[in-house]
């Protein structure tokens, strides 16, 4: 059964910083890609970045590029994403997604396990 736990979320003033980490098992995490995605209060999941199984390559929403940074750790079955400058409009609950032999994907269906989700406020 595939488990994924999320941690590092909390409260950060705007501008400052935090790195999640996604604790993945039972599977054989080299063969996943892995996504991380948000939902905001009274808004619909979406996609964050994501990293591939293949050669590592990552894809970012627009509102992130340039400020977070996925990436994984396939000896620790570990996802991280590091989010810099940070901006009220980023406070959401930030899940992490696994898809076999993925490439990928933003798209929210192309993953077929995830986490509970972890929590991050930005204060102005």
């Known amino acids: 059964q595939v488990q994924l736990v999320e941690s590092g979320g909390g409260l950060v003033q705007a501008g400052g910083s935090l790195r999640l980490s996604c604790a993945a098992s039972g599977l054989t995490f080299s063969s996943y890609a892995m996504g991380w995605f948000r939902q905001a209060p009274g808004q619909e999941r979406e996609f964050v970045a994501a990293i591939n199984w293949r050669n590592s390559g990552t894809l970012y929403a627009d509102s992130v590029k340039g400020r977070f940074t996925i990436s994984r750790d396939n000896a620790r079955n570990t996802v991280y994403l590091r989010m810099n400058s940070l901006k009220p409009d980023d406070t959401a609950v930030y899940y992490c997604?696994?898809?076999?032999w993925g490439s990928g994907t933003h798209v929210l269906g192309g993953y077929e396990a995830w986490g509970r989700g972890t929590q991050v406020t930005v204060s102005s």
């Open positions: 997604a696994a898809d076999k």
